[in-house]
């Protein structure tokens, strides 16, 4: 199977699994990682995701022994993009926080698969490389949109450009990642921080998520009537009053991530 799925308390673990080739993404890989996400968004005992990859590596990117050209001509590229397009918009569209714990190299659109998410960990050991200026291409899967807001345009185009590897802890400094932390620890900090977002108000991060997002291209009056508008809904959920209520009676709260 290209794509392990775990139940844990409150969360799934999704895991790219094609260790013998660290991962690397084929159009059969972007579809059953679209499907693993769908499934995810319709349990409603699932409050997170936890994504990683199997093996010494987190993702090198494209396969490209599936879109190498030959003598009947160039690979079409559009359709198979389409498909990691897809895997994108989802995980910006969830109304779940998504964790990703990037284990070893992540490379080309492997980079962006984990940019995609909403908390990325790396091992200290791991790298991020826009690696598609070494074979001619432009970063693709979200590259050139997150990277500019990431790191800035000066770094952004270098990274894209010189296609040179990015350490972790450096992209931690940068603001590329959120964190990076020992080799050993990684898969314990993540399950840890997965864990912890599964038992927080629910609705409240995925409102949270369309607000940043919308940031992106708002004017500042269309932002602040924005986010009158989602804390007036919010004010109305359960977990609005659970929390509250636990303020109150200095106890942690109980949310539900119910609407």
Same mark, same amino acid.
């Given at each position: 199977m290209t794509i392990l799925v775990e139940q844990h308390t409150g969360y799934r673990q999704i895991t790219l699994n094609r260790p013998d080739r660290l991962n690397a993404l084929t159009a059969a890989v972007g579809a059953a990682l679209l499907a693993a996400l769908d499934e995810a968004e319709c349990d409603s005992e699932c409050r997170a995701i936890l994504l990683t990859g199997a093996g010494r590596g987190f993702c090198p990117g494209q396969d490209l022994t599936e879109v190498m050209p030959t003598e009947a001509g160039p690979p079409d590229l559009g359709p198979l993009l389409d498909g990691y397009n897809a895997v994108i918009r989802k995980l910006r569209a969830l109304p779940l926080p998504v964790v990703c714990a990037v284990n070893g190299v992540a490379a080309g659109a492997g980079v962006n698969l984990a940019l995609a998410c909403d908390i990325v960990l790396a091992a200290k050991s791991a790298s991020f490389i826009q690696a598609f200026a070494r074979i001619g291409l432009i970063p693709d899967v979200g590259g050139t949109w997150a990277l500019p807001r990431l790191v800035g345009a000066a770094r952004a185009r270098a990274l894209a450009i010189l296609a040179e590897p990015l350490p972790a802890a450096r992209a931690a400094e940068w603001g590329l990642?959120?964190?990076?932390?020992?080799?050993?620890?990684?898969?314990?900090?993540?399950?840890? @921080? /997965?864990?912890?977002?599964?038992?927080?108000?629910? #609705?409240?991060?995925?409102?949270? $998520? =369309?607000?940043?997002d919308a940031a992106e291209s708002s004017t500042l009056d269309q932002q602040l009537d924005l986010e009158r508008?989602?804390?007036?809904? @919010? /004010?109305?959920?359960?977990?609005?009053?659970?929390? #509250?209520?636990?303020?109150?009676? $200095? =106890?942690?709260?109980v949310f539900t991530g119910k609407r």
């Open positions: 990642i959120w964190q990076a932390v020992d080799d050993d620890k990684l898969m314990a900090t993540a399950h840890a @921080l /997965a864990a912890r977002l599964a038992a927080q108000a629910t #609705v409240g991060i995925a409102f949270t $998520k =369309r607000a940043l508008d989602l804390q007036s809904e @919010l /004010a109305r959920m359960p977990d609005y009053a659970e929390g #509250v209520r636990a303020f109150l009676e $200095k =106890r942690p709260p």
